[in-house]
């Protein structure tokens, strides 16, 4: 039986001005799978999620998630639908503690008493494995655990896809371990969107793999299959 998808694009394009940064992709990810976006810097790959997660308005194409078409809706409504995603640049309250930062995520998920959110606040930290104090201010953590917090704070909204651009940046290597178990514990129950640089984070955590090349799609498959793609290595791999 044919996999389903929970997320695709048709024709997916963006221009600012005369740059064409994403270039009429086609793109579809089946529900369950953890799917690495890799290519050069300014590829198109920040901004081809940016348009899947309704931070930046496609110019042309269309883009449908859990069968409804999403091209046209805000952010916030798409967050509604199961989406959850975290920025390369992190996007926490710095001046609320990790358990409030935490607690704001789970509270978009809908009713629930205090004593069910604060169970999904400390199983959300603990899955990403901060170790720091929940009354502690987020502002206080270092960049990588900042990072960690944002995680925590997509995972806890159970979220169907969840988005993570550049999850690893400013992780010690044992929290980059500690990450790649984690998205492996995820897999099959959420679908995973990763951009990420870390080759080794890409090879040991993802089932397939999309590279990204002037905006448009260079090549998709396993990931043994991209490591040993020629035109992958001569425009990527090879410089990486």
Do not use: W
């Not at 290519?39 to 309704?54: D, E, H, I, R, S």
């Not at 390369?88 to 978009?108: D, G, K, Y």
């Not at 809908?110 to 201010?137: H, W």
């Amino acid at each position: 039986m044919a996999a389903v998808n929970l997320l695709a694009t048709k024709g997916l394009t963006r221009t600012f001005g005369g740059l064409v940064a994403v270039d009429r992709v086609d793109f579809a990810v089946p529900r369950g799978q953890v799917r690495a976006l890799i290519g050069p810097n300014g590829a198109g790959k920040t901004t081809l999620v940016g348009m899947l997660c309704g931070r930046i308005a496609a110019t042309s194409g269309a883009i449908t998630f859990d069968g409804r078409d999403i091209t046209e809706l805000p952010a916030h409504r798409r967050i509604a639908m199961g989406m959850a995603y975290t920025f390369q640049v992190t996007s926490i309250f710095a001046r609320l503690s990790l358990r409030e930062n935490v607690a704001l995520a789970v509270r978009r998920c809908g009713r629930l008493d205090e004593r069910q959110v604060e169970r999904k606040v400390a199983e959300a930290l603990s899955r990403v494995r901060l170790t720091e104090p929940a009354d502690q201010m987020a502002g206080d953590l270092s960049y990588g655990h900042q990072r960690l917090l944002e995680i925590a704070m997509g995972i806890a909204q159970e979220p169907q896809l969840l988005i993570l651009d550049e999850p690893t940046q400013g992780l010690a290597d044992s929290e980059i371990e500690g990450f790649n178990a984690l998205i492996r514990s995820m897999a099959g129950a959420t679908t995973i969107v990763l951009i990420e640089h870390n080759m080794d984070v890409v090879m040991e955590t993802a089932d397939y793999i999309t590279v990204l090349n002037f905006g448009e799609i260079l090549a998709e498959g396993k990931p043994q299959a991209i490591r040993a793609d020629a035109a992958v290595q001569a425009a990527y791999l090879g410089s990486a």
